[in-house]
C-alpha cells in the first residue's frame, strides 16, 4: 500500500481558488489510480473526481465539471485537484485514495485501499 498525505487546503472566498495536492510514499504509486472524495459536516463522504493510473484520464463528478482539475506526476508521486469557481457548497473536508485494479468502483470509497488523512477546505460567502 501507498501512504498519503493532502496538504492545501485553507479558507478562500467564494469565486476564488485553491489547489490541493496529495503527496505519496512507496515506489509503485504509478501503478495507483487516484481517487479525491469530500465530506462535509453531517454528510457522507462524495466522490468529486479520479485520475487513472495509465492513461491519465480524469472522471469528475457532475457539479464539479468545468471548475476542477485533477494532475498527477509519477515522477514526484503527486496528485493534485486544482479547485476554481469554488462555492460555498465546496466547503468539506477533502481526501485523497489511491485504488489498484481496475477502473471498477473509481467513484466509490469502498474500493480504495489507502487515504490520506484529509485537509479542510472552507469557502466563505
Known amino acids: 500500500q501507498v501512504q498519503l498525505v493532502e496538504s492545501g487546503g485553507g479558507l478562500v472566498q467564494a469565486g476564488g481558488s485553491l489547489r490541493l495536492s496529495c503527496a505519496a510514499s512507496?515506489?509503485?504509486?504509478?501503478?495507483?489510480?487516484v481517487g479525491w472524495f469530500r465530506q462535509a459536516p453531517g454528510k457522507e463522504r462524495e466522490f468529486v473526481g479520479h485520475?487513472?493510473?495509465?492513461?491519465?484520464?480524469?472522471y469528475y463528478a457532475d457539479f464539479v465539471k468545468g471548475r476542477f482539475t485533477i494532475s498527477r506526476d509519477n515522477a514526484k508521486n503527486t496528485v493534485d485537484l486544482q479547485m476554481n469557481s469554488l462555492k460555498s457548497e465546496d466547503t468539506a473536508v477533502y481526501y485523497c485514495?489511491?485504488?489498484?485494479?481496475?477502473?471498477?468502483?473509481?467513484?466509490?470509497?469502498?474500493?480504495?485501499?489507502?487515504w490520506g488523512q484529509g485537509t479542510q477546505v472552507t469557502v466563505s460567502s
Open positions: 485520475i487513472r493510473q495509465s492513461t491519465g484520464y480524469t
Open positions: 512507496g515506489r509503485t504509486f504509478s501503478s495507483y489510480g
Open positions: 485514495a489511491a485504488k489498484i485494479g481496475s477502473i471498477v468502483g473509481y467513484d466509490d470509497p469502498r474500493f480504495y485501499n489507502s
